[in-house]
C-alpha cells in the first residue's frame, strides 16, 4: 500500500475548546479565514474522517469521500454516504486500506473522541488554529487530556510533533495557526 498521511484540523478558543457544552460550534470560532483555509485543506484530501454526530450535523456538498466513525458497523462498510468505520471492531490500517487501497491524503476534522483517536493512530500534521481572547465555558475540549490541565499545544508535542511558524490568519479577529508536524 501507499503512503497515507494524516492531517488534523481544528479551531479552538484560549482554553482549548473546540464546541459549546452541547457540543456544537460557537458563533465565536467561526472565522471566514479559517473556514476558506480549511475548505482548501479539504480539497487536497482524499478522505476525510470524522464521527457520526458531525457527519449528520454537516452536510456533504462537495460530495467529499467521509469515513465516518460508529459503533454501528461491523468493521468497515460502504454505505451511500460512505465509509462507515468501528475502531473497536477493525483496525486503522485494514480500515484505511479498503478506503484508500492505493494510499493519499487523510483529513481529520473531529470530534474530541475522533481527535483523541488520531492522537494515539499518529498524526503527520496538525493544523491548530486559535482564536485569541476567546473562552469557551463548561465547552468540550480539543483532546481529553485538555480536560486534565493539558494544553493542546503540550498533547501534540507529547504526541511528537513540533510547531510551525505561527501564522496570523486573520489579524482583525486574533486568529492565528501553527501546523505541527511529525
Request: hydrophobic share 40%; glycine share 10%.
Amino acid at each position: 500500500m501507499s503512503r497515507v498521511e494524516i492531517h488534523g484540523y481544528a479551531i479552538v478558543s484560549d482554553n482549548d475548546r473546540i464546541a459549546d457544552a452541547a457540543g456544537r460550534t460557537p458563533d465565536v470560532l467561526r472565522n471566514d479565514a479559517d473556514w476558506a483555509y480549511f475548505q482548501a485543506e479539504l480539497n487536497r484530501s482524499d478522505v476525510t474522517v470524522l464521527g457520526r454526530l458531525g457527519h449528520e450535523a454537516n452536510p456533504n456538498p462537495r460530495n467529499r469521500m467521509r469515513m465516518i466513525l460508529s459503533s454501528s458497523s461491523r468493521g468497515i462498510e460502504r454505505r451511500v454516504d460512505g465509509w462507515w468505520w468501528n475502531p473497536q471492531m477493525l483496525s486503522w490500517g485494514e480500515a484505511i486500506r479498503m478506503a484508500l487501497p492505493h494510499g493519499g491524503r487523510v483529513a481529520v476534522p473531529g470530534g474530541r473522541q475522533v481527535f483523541d483517536l488520531f492522537l494515539e493512530i499518529g498524526y503527520d500534521a496538525f493544523h491548530l488554529t486559535r482564536a485569541e481572547g476567546i473562552v469557551v465555558p463548561d465547552g468540550i475540549p480539543l483532546f481529553s487530556a485538555c480536560d486534565a490541565g493539558k494544553s493542546a499545544e503540550a498533547a501534540l508535542s507529547g504526541a511528537g510533533l513540533k510547531p510551525g511558524v505561527r501564522q496570523e490568519i486573520d489579524p482583525a479577529r486574533s486568529v492565528s495557526l501553527v501546523v505541527w508536524r511529525r
